[in-house]
């Protein structure tokens, strides 16, 4: 009997110990498991945080270029902005001292009682040059071209034209922008040579005669423009103004008939003729007001169309 109890009790101490096994087992398997499947459920949370992280980071990559792309073009627009403004200002400038100075009333006697007629196109080298230089040699008439800066292949060209077909060639300006020429004399003479420079390079002659921008006597100047005068007289460089107007500058919308009797009439009044005329983009009118003013003066006795030289008498609006 009490052997029997002895074995009873030794099972359940065994079985005891078993149980005591199996928590000790599982509870050390949890410890270590517990920690593993933490650790690899995160990894998962990490990798798909990482994926939506690069995802968004190539999202504001790609904004950001569509951004950078749209400051630029609105650069550009503003610099368009910027150059249109700029040249109608100088338009507007020029329009004004034009109608200023419009037919100014100066003559100069010729002596010999035959009138003298200088043609002068400003502005140029434009889409009219070909057209203008076309019309001067049908007619067998020789002018003056006052030209402004163009870099371009056909400007070159026709600046090369102008000069080995017989015209005279003079400083107008670079940039023929009024008010960064007029801002101050070194703006002024540094437009001026860098134009006479070009010229140069270009054509191997070096012009001594200008047309100041606007006149001499423009109302945008903030320099003086008599001593401007001067000292391009002291550096060998003539100015020429004019004293018939075609009328042909930008805002006077004048038809060609209206621009050819402007000249005309005006060549009826005065002994020696100094005609401002335009070679601009929008100057078709010009062209075709140049055929109708040879027509009319190439057939006249006593009096001849000549280029502005050293030898034309100055006919210019402010005295210096
Ligand atoms: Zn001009």
């Given at each position: 009997?009490?052997?029997?109890?002895?074995?009873?009790?030794?099972?359940?101490?065994?079985?005891?110990?078993?149980?005591?096994?199996?928590?000790?087992?599982?509870?050390?398997?949890?410890?270590?498991?517990?920690?593993?499947?933490?650790?690899?459920?995160?990894?998962?949370?990490?990798?798909?945080?990482?994926?939506?992280?690069?995802?968004?980071?190539?999202?504001?990559?790609?904004?950001?270029?569509?951004?950078?792309?749209?400051?630029?073009?609105?650069?550009?627009?503003?610099?368009?902005?910027?150059?249109?403004?700029?040249?109608?200002?100088?338009?507007?400038?020029?329009?004004?001292?034009?109608?200023?100075?419009?037919?100014s009333g100066q003559d100069i006697?010729?002596?010999?009682?035959?009138?003298?007629?200088y043609?002068?196109?400003?502005?140029?080298?434009?889409?009219?040059?070909?057209?203008?230089?076309?019309?001067?040699?049908?007619?067998?008439?020789?002018?003056?071209?006052?030209?402004?800066?163009?870099?371009?292949?056909?400007?070159?060209?026709?600046?090369?034209?102008?000069?080995?077909?017989?015209?005279?060639?003079?400083?107008?300006?670079?940039?023929?922008?009024?008010?960064?020429?007029?801002?101050?004399?070194?703006?002024?003479?540094?437009?001026?040579?860098?134009?006479?420079?070009?010229?140069?390079?270009?054509?191997?002659?070096?012009?001594?005669?200008?047309?100041?921008?606007?006149g001499s006597?423009?109302?945008?100047?903030?320099?003086?423009?008599?001593?401007?005068?001067?000292?391009?007289?002291?550096?060998?460089?003539?100015c020429y103004d004019w004293n018939i107007?075609?009328?042909?500058?930008?805002?006077?919308?004048?038809?060609?008939?209206?621009?050819?009797?402007?000249?005309?009439?005006?060549?009826?009044?005065f002994?020696t003729s100094i005609?401002?005329?335009?070679?601009?983009?929008?100057?078709?009118?010009?062209?075709?007001?140049?055929?109708?003013?040879?027509?009319?003066?190439?057939?006249?006795?006593?009096?001849?169309?000549?280029?502005i030289?050293?030898?034309t008498p100055i006919i210019l609006h402010?005295?210096?």
């Amino acid at each position: 009997m009490v052997e029997q109890e002895d074995r009873q009790l030794q099972k359940n101490r065994r079985k005891r110990v078993e149980r005591l096994k199996k928590i000790i087992l599982i509870t050390a398997f949890a410890t270590i498991l517990t920690p593993v499947i933490v650790s690899i459920c995160l990894g998962f949370l990490l990798y798909g945080a990482n994926a939506r992280l690069r995802k968004i980071e190539a999202e504001k990559a790609d904004m950001q270029s569509q951004v950078d792309e749209l400051s630029l073009k609105i650069d550009n627009l503003q610099e368009s902005i910027t150059f249109y403004e700029e040249k109608q200002k100088s338009e507007q400038a020029e329009t004004e001292t034009v109608l200023e100075n419009e037919n100014s009333g100066q003559d100069i006697m010729t002596g010999d009682g035959i009138k003298r007629v200088y043609l002068t196109f400003d502005d140029g080298p434009s889409r009219y040059t070909d057209q203008i230089l076309d019309i001067l040699a049908e007619y067998h008439v020789k002018a003056t071209f006052f030209v402004v800066g163009d870099t371009s292949e056909e400007a070159k060209a026709l600046y090369k034209r102008i000069i080995s077909e017989g015209h005279s060639i003079g400083i107008h300006s670079y940039s023929h922008k009024y008010h960064e020429i007029y801002a101050s004399e070194e703006a002024f003479f540094e437009d001026f040579y860098l134009l006479s420079d070009y010229i140069f390079d270009v054509t191997g002659v070096r012009p001594d005669i200008c047309r100041l921008p606007g006149g001499s006597s423009n109302t945008v100047s903030q320099i003086d423009m008599a001593e401007i005068v001067n000292q391009l007289n002291a550096q060998g460089v003539t100015c020429y103004d004019w004293n018939i107007s075609g009328g042909d500058a930008d805002g006077h919308g004048l038809s060609a008939e209206q621009i050819a009797l402007n000249v005309i009439s005006g060549v009826d009044t005065f002994q020696t003729s100094i005609v401002l005329l335009h070679d601009g983009k929008d100057k078709a009118q010009t062209v075709d007001a140049l055929r109708m003013i040879l027509d009319e003066l190439t057939g006249r006795q006593e009096l001849e169309i000549k280029p502005i030289t050293e030898e034309t008498p100055i006919i210019l609006h402010i005295t210096h």
